[in-house]
């Protein structure tokens, strides 16, 4: 009995130790940047915006997140975009300029 345990215990550790290490690597791509202000809606996934956050055309997953310089940003709204976008949510003036700085299009790493 306490072998089979044993066993057991062994396979799932096994298994819990697999997954964790076949997450995937971060992904570098070319995006288009832009921002968005408050709608009055929530978002796609449900939740009130804030900044932080970002719209994300739809080859990439709700929940992903993604860096833009030194900035990290969390994919939970979408919208109508058709190319590798990042719609930035921005309340602030700081938050757009900050979008405006980057250019139209940058480096973006996408993290599970």
Known sequence: MIGRILVLAVL?????VSVGMLRAEPESRMVRVTYYGPT???????????EGM??????????????????LLRCLDRGHLTEPWVDVYCETILCRHWVAGIGPYTDATIEE
Do not use: D, F, H, Q
Request: glycine share 8%; proline share 9%; net charge negative.
């Open 54 to 71: 970002a719209a994300c055309s739809w080859e990439m997953p709700l929940g992903v997140w993604v860096r833009i310089e030194e900035t």
């Open 40 to 50: 009055g809606n929530p978002t796609a996934s449900g939740i009130w915006p804030y």
């Open 12 to 16: 799932v550790l096994s298994v819990w």
